[in-house]
């Protein structure tokens, strides 16, 4: 069976601070799919990246970035340099190739950026 | 582009009735999902439709059910309601171009919150 874990409940830190996010996720499959998704107070959630079992290359996008470790499975986000616009519920997915509009949710992170 | 819109965006209900939540997937999306998110169990997967057929489906009792029309819209559909479906369902929808292919991404709608008294 698929799980992912986010074992940081909430997270407060004061703007410009850097703060990592973690992920470990549990699959049998070789194949599969990791996401990390943004929930703001509106409710929607906004996609941030897609990463597949085959591609371990960090990835790195202004101020986020993203560490794959098949090893260790574990997927963790960080923002560097917060701001307070950060603030939000971050979640951690995975789906596997066959089910693949299936997405496994981790229980979310809850991070606040005081200014 | 559009994205996906659903209605009605909040909801109230009494226990034992049945609702109705409706999802317009983003144009050309001919995959939609549901999920159900709560405080206490999280984000969890309901089905998901692809070219009015159920392709996939979570741990939900029969009184949650949707469709989807052929014109990709979906409806879900929860009867007997009780007091732990209050929720925030979460529609999204991708464009899973070939029936098998791999992942495409979702992408979601603003939820319909459902309140259940």
């Known amino acids: 069976a698929q799980k992912v874990t986010q074992a940081q409940t909430e997270i407060s830190v004061v703007e410009k601070e850097d703060v990592t996010l973690d992920c470990v996720y549990e699959?049998?499959?070789?194949?599969?799919?990791l996401f990390w998704y943004k929930q703001p107070p509106s409710g929607e959630l906004v996609f941030l990246i897609r990463?597949?079992?085959?591609?371990?290359q960090n990835e790195i996008s202004g101020r986020y970035s993203w560490n794959f470790q098949k090893s260790t499975s574990s997927f963790n986000f960080t923002i560097t340099a917060s701001q307070v616009v950060d603030s939000a519920v971050y979640f951690c997915?995975?789906?596997?190739?066959?089910?693949?509009?299936?997405?496994?949710f981790g229980q979310g992170t809850r991070l606040t950026i005081n200014p | 582009k559009a994205g996906v819109t659903q209605t009605p965006r909040y909801l109230i209900k009494t226990r034992g009735q049945q609702v109705t939540l409706s999802c317009s997937p983003i144009?050309?999306?001919?995959?939609v999902s549901w999920y159900q998110q709560t405080p206490g169990q999280g984000l969890q997967f309901l089905f998901e439709?692809?070219?009015?057929?159920?392709?996939n489906k979570g741990n939900f009792p029969g009184r949650f059910s949707g469709r989807q029309f052929s014109n990709s819209r979906s409806e879900m559909n929860v009867s007997t309601l009780e007091l732990g479906d209050s929720a925030l369902y979460l529609c999204?929808?991708?464009?899973?171009?070939?029936?098998?292919?791999?992942?495409?991404?979702?992408?979601f709608g603003p939820g319909t919150r459902l309140t259940v008294l």
């Open positions: 999204a929808s991708s464009l899973a171009l070939f029936r098998e292919s791999s992942y495409n991404e979702q992408f």
């Open positions: 699959t049998r499959d070789t194949t599969y799919y």
């Open positions: 990463r597949n079992s085959f591609d371990e």
């Open positions: 997915a995975l789906s596997e190739a066959r089910g693949a509009q299936k997405l496994v």
């Open positions: 144009s050309g999306h001919r995959s």
């Open positions: 439709y692809f070219s009015e057929t159920q392709r």
